[in-house]
């Protein structure tokens, strides 16, 4: 248990360090593209990704299975079915690459050329996005086995590498993007297959060199295993689609209904929250191959622990983050944009408000995940996901705000995280309905514990117009926050632990000074 957690901790610093850098950089660079590319074309780009995302659905699903199935045999520690688990999946990504192309050049061409509401003298330029667009997915759909064979050596050390390298890169694009003559959109979109295809590259050349189930052929599939994957993502590929349908579906009913322009205010909000969100889904990714680990190795109640105190410490750092972020919105996006989209500010604060409640949609779905049972949450969660897709076209249909989709989301993940989740992970996976209660009532009291100050404070000040008032309400929602988690979300031995580490810490610190 102890070694356990310790390589949790290791591998967490690694991409904290690695979300760190990579989130100041690809701020900075997303404030310098939406300079260069101007809000239509920045809101183009993000519509006409949304098509190509929307018909990634499936990659979602197979990444899952993916995932599981190689950790999992690196916890049984059985070689042989490992190789052929790799194999079979690098040939299954790449079968799912060529289906991708064929609906992307048919039904996502025809929804390009009749529904889009694309300006004439950009639609030559879009088109090309498109295309380019297909490309770099396939690439990425291509990458995922081997990305997945890194995680599942818990290899945090090179993924935080190939982390900071791909941002940088995409620094040095905006600075391209800033000199080229030609059309910039266009650029944009070939910079980034370059970008895509040469981190495939590294990824494969890594693995081969490192581990010895990748060095496989391309076409090899065990007809057994292939069932297995398929039937266990196959109820992945549901949840999948209303994801998909949910995220990037919604960016093109936006971009049907308004203008590129609030596409681009939804963009933005949603890149501020994938930042934020990468801290949360870091701490996850060090501690979910231990989590399947221990339940293939029979840990049973190991295995169930480490979930529920990664789901825990998931939140708080959730909420260590979102509150300042949800008070500071619109002085936060006026230091970093140059020019705030219209609805930038609402879109940020409630999508942030929806990231606190998907925390425990997603970390209970891990305990699915371990187990292989996805079936059930593959047919119980969608039908609620796939309800907000229709009803956000009915209220855009009458006229509502844009805003009224970030509120039917939060409904969506609220009756996700506390309703439908639990009762499953309950039901499969043997979990106990106090011990959830358990973990969701501290969760709630470190909440009502950390927010009234900042609250307070932010209400008082005038915080757009004076940095000093700025700088209070975020040092007293981080102190506020770290307090509750400290006074009422850990437990004597969580705190004892913690107070030897940092003990030990400055000891190493002091000796080498």
């Known amino acids: 248990m102890a070694s356990g957690n310790k390589t949790i901790a290791k591998n967490t610093v690694f991409l904290y360090i690695r979300t760190f850098i990579t989130m100041i950089i690809s701020l900075y660079t997303s404030r310098v593209i939406l300079q260069v590319l101007g809000i239509n074309d920045f809101g183009i780009y993000q519509a006409v990704g949304g098509i190509v995302g ?42 799912l690459s060529l289906i991708i192309v064929l609906l992307g050049e048919t039904l996502g061409l025809w929804y390009f050329n009749t529904k889009m509401v694309i300006s004439a003298d950009r639609f030559s330029a879009a088109a090309w996005v498109f295309h380019l667009s297909m490309l770099t997915a396939i690439i990425s759909i291509v990458s995922v086995p081997f990305n997945s064979a890194i995680i599942a050596h818990e290899r945090m050390k090179i993924f935080a590498y190939i982390g900071v390298v791909d941002a940088i890169l995409r620094l040095a694009i905006v600075f391209l993007l800033t000199s080229g003559n030609i059309d910039k959109l266009i650029l944009y979109a070939v910079l980034l297959l370059l970008l895509q295809l040469s981190l495939f590259i590294f990824y494969v050349l890594y693995c081969k060199l490192s581990f010895n189930e990748s060095k496989v052929n391309f076409f090899f599939i065990d007809k057994k295993l292939f069932k297995e994957i398929f039937s266990f993502s196959g109820w992945g590929i549901i949840a999948g689609s209303a994801i998909a349908l949910n995220t990037q579906g919604i960016l093109l009913l936006l971009n049907y209904f308004f203008t590129p322009s609030v596409v681009a205010a939804r963009a933005v909000s949603l890149q501020v929250y994938s930042a934020a969100n990468l801290f949360v889904s870091n701490f996850r990714t060090a501690a979910n191959p231990q989590i399947v680990k221990k339940l293939a190795a029979g840990d049973i109640v190991g295995s169930h622990n480490l979930l529920l105190q990664s789901t825990k410490f998931s939140y708080y750092l959730m909420l260590l983050l979102c509150l300042p972020i949800c008070l500071l919105a619109s002085p936060l996006l006026n230091l970093w944009l140059i020019e705030v989209p219209d609805y930038a500010v609402p879109f940020l604060q409630l999508v942030i408000i929806q990231s606190l409640f998907q925390v425990f949609d997603t970390s209970f779905y891990t305990a699915l995940y371990a187990v292989g049972r996805i079936k059930e949450n593959a047919l119980i969660s969608p039908m609620i996901s796939l309800l907000s897709f229709p009803i956000v076209f009915v209220l855009f249909k009458m006229g509502a705000s844009p805003l009224a989709l970030s509120w039917i989301s939060i409904i969506v993940f609220a009756i996700a995280g506390f309703l439908l989740k639990p009762m499953l992970i309950v039901k499969i996976a043997d979990y106990s309905w106090s011990e959830i209660f358990s973990m969701m009532r501290i969760c709630l009291i470190v909440t009502l514990m950390a927010v009234p100050m900042p609250l307070i404070t932010f209400i008082l000040l005038d915080v757009d117009h004076n940095i000093g008032y700025f700088g209070l309400v975020l040092v007293t929602s981080v102190v506020s926050v770290c307090l509750a988690v400290w006074y009422f979300g850990m437990t004597a031995g969580m705190k004892q632990t913690l107070l030897i580490i940092l003990k030990a810490r400055y000891q190493s610190m002091k000796w080498k000074l």
């Open 54 to 95: 929307l018909l990634s659905f499936l990659n979602s699903a197979l990444s899952a299975g993916t995932s599981r199935f190689l950790t999992y045999e690196l916890g049984t520690g059985n070689k042989e079915k490992l190789k052929n688990t790799f194999s079979t999946t690098l040939t299954v990504h790449i079968i």
